[in-house]
């Protein structure tokens, strides 16, 4: 059983960083190299879940329009965890991140950006 919990979340001012934590526990399932991916997800109010970012275990990485060029995902594969570096937030990045891996979700973390 795997469980994952995600940390790093907070209130910040438009411009500023966060960088969240997704910390896996137990054994990722693993079908073949594909699709043990570690994913990061948001959900702002009122809204879907969508995509946010993902990493491949080679550290193939894939992201959002919205987010690139200000957002870094990375991971350490001895570690199973997993980083979301957040440069230059926007309001329109207030939502709760959650951490994903195959058929998996974490509790997901708040992120505000607000002045």
């Known amino acids: 059983q795997v469980r994952l919990v995600e940390s790093g979340g907070g209130l910040v001012q438009p411009g500023g960083s966060l960088r969240l934590s997704c910390q896996a526990s137990g054994t990722i399932p693993i079908l073949d190299d594909s699709v043990n991916v570690m994913g990061w997800y948001r959900q702002a109010p009122g809204k879907e879940r969508e995509f946010v970012a993902v990493i491949a275990l080679d550290g193939a990485t894939s992201y959002a329009e919205s987010v690139k060029g200000r957002f870094t995902i990375s991971r350490n594969n001895a570690k199973n965890t997993a980083w979301l570096q957040m440069n230059n937030l926007k309001p329109e990045d207030t939502a709760v991140y959650y951490c994903?891996?195959?058929?998996?979700w974490g509790q997901g973390t708040q992120v505000t950006v607000s002045s």
């Open positions: 994903s891996v195959p058929g998996v």
